[in-house]
């Protein structure tokens, strides 16, 4: 790009054609890294995988006269949910991997809206994860191919839809056996070189037909177009399936982007099976070091959400991310939204929340939809910072590792996690009622953390804190005061804040404000 002039591939000019071959060459070259034959697949630059899969969708829904039908697992990201909007014939979410493998094992037939006349025939779409975006669990990558099996028994058209963003960062995605691949395929390129931000769809050519019926058109997918007058009409090119799906001017400069990528990941890694080792065997050492941490009364520390089926030792079944909260000696949930701004200070990068995953959430938190639906009405919002809501964690702590991450990092984790472990907790003041005099100390020696409580959104006010967890700390008295680690001031004077600080915001209490918080 520093040598060269790049114009709109949409003409025929030096620069207009420099494009095109970027574009062409990276094209393929995207192919080939997962082992898809351009002779079997075609592959649609977008905008992000999100793109991709909604292009299915609504090119689906178009092709299916009488209907689309919607499966879709409940591992789902919510992307991949919000499909089910558009079917018009009814969608299914199946929430187990067994449901899936019985529906699969039955000769069936979508129902159709209309009468059987033995012209009408209903269209359906089944779309899930190759791995789970909130706890890493991988899925099954021979359902496609059992899927086309099936349909082949009945009079229904049934296609596959694989959301591989998450998986295809450490694994090796491998298209090569066309019979049994996907339909569709949607993947993000960030995701696995960091740059650019990108993302595609590959499709079978066998089926791209079923979205070339979709409503709208863009600059560049068309060859002819009548407007100005009463004659509505347009051609949608004929050629190959991406000049018809990629609407308006490609991205360009973003896709030779990819060219540099490619060279770069093949350079450092060689291929994706060593990235998958290595990612996958920090990913266990971790996994391993959490769950075997306690504290000192032999309660553990962190509450680790992995599938009953999947193993950090198989790559087949698992991913390297793990999905955890934390909790105190005492069983009391510690506040994620802490965690991460902790783990931010401490150049730790995590995720915390929903993660984009509802049927995950609510699976491993035990979260019913009367629940869910009572969270958003007192008040609970996608990243609003509540973290607890009638006793049950709202979203969890993500972990992600993968080709640059190493065992240093590993290490920062593992030691980080451990500042919320309490050794002394057989001997931790009552939360009720605190009686410094039984320890000994003066109450001015702990510091509380608190857990907010709120029964409509606002600001709390000091009667909203309730004492959650006494830890024992060497601080010198300090007036009543609130604080998170974004306050420098009070972090300088006591610098054990940032270290220690494991719920939600710090108040420090002398015996006076001490009585008066609990009472």
Known sequence: M????????????????????????????????????????????????????????????????????????????????????????????????????????????????????????????????????????RLPLDWPGQLRRCASKGKSELYSLLDAAAYVATAQLDLSDHENAPDFTALSFYKIFGFPDLGALIVRKDVGHVLLKRQYFGGG?????????????????????????EDGTPAFHSIAALHCALDVHSRLYGCMTNISQHA?????????????????????????????????????????????????????????????????????????????????????????PKEMRENYAEGLRCGNGIDEMNGKPTGIIRVSLGAMSNMKDIEACMSFVARFVDQESSQDIQLNLPNPSANRRDSSQYFFWCRRRKKHPGVPTMQSWTADLAIRGNIQKAPLAETTPANPELDAKHPCLVEKEVVLDLMILDQKSLKEAVQ
């Open 280 to 368: 996958g065997h920090l990913a266990a050492t971790l996994y391993n070091r959490m769950a075997s941490l306690v504290h000192g009364n032999g309660a553990p520390v962190c509450t680790i959400y992995k599938n009953c089926a999947s193993d950090y030792e198989n790559p087949r079944t698992q991913g390297p991310t793990i999905a955890f909260n934390l909790r105190t000696c005492r069983g009391a949930w510690i506040s994620k939204s802490e965690f991460e701004r902790l783990a931010s200070l401490n150049n730790i990068q995590l995720r915390t929340g929903g993660v984009c995953n509802p049927g995950g959430i609510a699976s491993y938190l035990d979260l019913s």
């Open 2 to 137: 520093n040598s060269h002039l790049f114009g709109n591939p949409h003409s025929q000019s030096p620069s207009s054609l420099r494009s095109t071959e970027v574009v062409e060459t990276a094209r393929l070259r995207i192919l080939h890294f997962f082992r898809a034959d351009p002779e079997h697949f075609d592959l649609v630059f977008v905008a992000n995988a999100t793109a991709a899969l909604k292009l299915v969708a609504e090119g689906i829904r178009r092709h299916a006269k009488n209907g689309l039908w919607y499966g879709y697992h409940a591992d789902s990201h919510t992307s991949l949910v919000g499909l089910r909007e558009l079917a018009s014939a009814g969608s299914r979410c199946f929430f187990t991997d067994t449901e899936v493998g019985q529906w699969l094992s039955e000769v069936f037939e979508i129902p159709s809206n209309e009468p059987s006349d033995g012209r009408a025939h209903a269209v359906g779409l089944f779309a899930y994860p190759a791995q789970s975006n909130m706890n890493g669990r």
């Open 221 to 245: 997918t068309v060859d002819m177009v009548i407007n100005g007058s009463d004659d509505v009409w347009h051609a949608t090119k004929q050629g190959a399936l991406h000049e018809a799906l």
